[in-house]
Structures are given as structure tokens and as C-alpha cells.
């Protein structure tokens, strides 16, 4: 979960959150998670 000032904001966060979780995961050679998901919001 992310918060920001504004929507636009948290939403930048939080996809940088999920890129941040993503490239941790290809790191350490661990399963991605079904990409479509990562970036769905909801309102």
C-alpha cells in the first residue's frame, strides 16, 4: 500500500513499489507473478 498527496502521486508510488518487488524477485531467481495483475488499481 502506498499514499501520496495527490491520486496521481500514489499511483506513481505504488508502480514503482511493484517494479522495485519485481526486479528484488529476478535478483534472487524467483517466480514472477502474473504481470497483468501487477499494475491493476483500484478506484
Known sequence: M???PSRH???TRAQA???R???ERLE???A???VDAVFS???
Open 28 to 30: 534472487h531467481g524467483e
Open 41 to 43: 488499481m483500484v478506484a
Open 21 to 23: 518487488v519485481l526486479a
Open 32 to 34: 514472477l507473478p502474473d
Open 2 to 4: 502506498t499514499y501520496g
Open 9 to 11: 502521486e500514489a499511483l
Open 17 to 19: 513499489l511493484s517494479l
